[in-house]
């Protein structure tokens, strides 16, 4: 520990660590240790680009608040959300598969009764999205709790939509609602459409820099929670969508593409009148068994 | 692109930066992205684990301002500042080692002749300083700018001690100099001693949980400058400190140990008569040439 040069400094840093009683974090951070060094070398980081980066991450930290979260766009830009998301959910290839929570989630969305239009506002096509939450073997799921959150047709979530800094949101195209006792859900809302993540940050610069657009492809989130059944964190991707191919935060699995279906005016599936067309969807939703307690 | 796994995630991110025009930039983002997803591979890092990760980093921005830089923080304590530093300053055997920066270094510190007293009031014992700036050849430089710093006896700099949040910082134990036409310099400070660095923060839990201690062994800053020689940003460390051999940034070597003398109350080398113990410091810094401009 005496004479620390850039041979032995990794060794050090590692040493140190020795008196660590927690197992599992010692496991963590030598691994961390060791691929941060072993990425310096490899790039030779000189002082300014570390200067950068500190500042960078300064940067990152203060742009997130309790409405946006630049780190989680950072996690997702680089892909190591899809793939602490993907490595986390292998599970049997008849159950729907999972993607990136993403950062707009929030917890206590306004509940809803199935058949509600969940939109509250929120600017868009009309859309009648239904579907089942099934098991396995195929049986259905009753009282499953689903969050489903969207953005609006210009492509923003009512979590970005404050009217003034510090202004309480207004809940829009977000909602809970539980399955009927046969499986199904079923809601109004909107279509969603594309949109770029927010890139007046960090993160946007960071895109910028590398060559890469922000934009995601046309998406709906689901978070599926019933017990006895792991939790399932997904989206479903509209297919035909131009970002398909090249979604800012890498979550796209043709597994969880889908057809908007586009209809013209006339009666919808809950019986409204439509004098505009809309759309539906319609997606059954398979959850794995809950791994056994531990 | 279109269907994404723990496979090819890595591909993915990777060919998304293929229209990246700063070749720099895409050899740095390479090996990050790289290095960032073996490590969540080989540790398997969990969903949980990486929310925990990403509250740590929002935490470590939220408590950064322009007064205390929790990101340098993070990086001195995981080596990764000793490291950048060493591989960035490969020298001749003979000129003075570089360590790193730390955090408490500020611009606009106030300038002194020499042989005045840059505590400005900081508690601590008397400590007279004195040295030479030389060349590889042992050829004195004259006019060398030094930025010099140090904590007082409590183990605070001076930019810790505000009186209330958004006061100036009144300098204590910081100032610059520079050197006379032999090379010489000379100054009046107080005895430097061992500190924590700041822990009440997340770098405090981290290392706690670690089971590592905060402390740093006693030191002087010192930031030299001088036309056609390379800067050189370093510390002395107080022989004998316990915290040696376990600096919790990793930035002692062997050369950078020095006596600091100690002596009975007389006559000091200012010629003042000092009627309380106090210590002397001599040290001669050396310098390597500029590197030849690219």
Redesign the interface.
């Known amino acids: 520990?005496?004479?620390?040069?850039?041979d032995t400094?990794?060794q050090?840093?590692l040493a140190?660590?020795?008196?660590?009683?927690?197992d599992r974090?010692?496991?963590?951070?030598t691994?961390?240790?060791q691929?941060?060094?072993?990425?310096?070398?490899?790039?030779?980081?000189?002082?300014d680009?570390?200067l950068y980066a500190?500042d960078f991450?300064?940067r990152?930290?203060?742009i997130?608040d309790d409405k946006r979260?630049e780190?989680?766009l950072l996690?997702d830009t680089?892909?190591?959300?899809?793939?602490?998301?993907?490595?986390?959910n292998r599970k049997p290839s008849e159950c729907t598969e999972a993607t990136v929570l993403g950062p707009f989630f929030v917890t206590g969305a306004p509940e809803y009764e199935n058949g509600q239009d969940i939109s509250n506002g929120a600017s868009g096509l009309p859309c009648f999205v239904s579907g089942h939450i099934r098991g396995l073997s195929g049986e259905p799921i009753a009282g499953a709790e689903l969050d489903v959150w969207q953005s609006d047709e210009d492509g923003f979530y009512d979590v970005q939509n404050i009217p003034s800094p510090g202004a309480e949101v207004q809940f829009q195209a977000r909602g809970r609602l539980q399955t009927l006792p046969d499986g199904r859900f079923h809601f109004r809302s909107i279509l969603p459409e594309a949109y770029p993540i927010p890139h007046d940050g960090p993160v946007g610069q960071m895109l910028d820099?590398?060559?890469?657009h922000p934009w995601r492809p046309a998406h709906l989130h689901f978070w599926i929670k019933a017990p006895g059944y792991e939790p399932l964190i997904t989206h479903l991707f509209r297919n035909g969508d131009q970002y398909?191919?090249?979604?800012a935060v890498?979550?796209?699995?043709?597994s969880l593409?889908v057809d908007w279906i586009k209809h013209e005016p006339g009666i919808a599936p809950d019986g409204t009148t439509m004098t505009e067309p809309y759309y539906t969807l319609d997606y059954d939703f398979v959850l794995q068994p809950a791994a056994p307690a531990q």
Not at 78 to 88: D, I, K, R
Not at 244 to 247: Q, V
Request: one cysteine or more; a neutral charge; aromatic letters at 6%.
């Open positions: 520990m005496r004479n620390i040069n850039e400094i990794t050090a840093v140190a660590m020795s008196d660590c009683g927690n974090l010692r496991t963590i951070m691994s961390l240790v691929h941060l060094h072993s990425f310096a070398r490899e790039v030779k980081l000189t002082q680009e570390w500190i991450l300064t990152t930290g203060h997130t979260q780190f989680v996690s680089l892909g190591l959300s899809m793939l602490v998301t993907t490595q986390n820099a590398l060559g890469r398909l191919e090249s979604d890498f979550a796209v699995r043709s593409v």
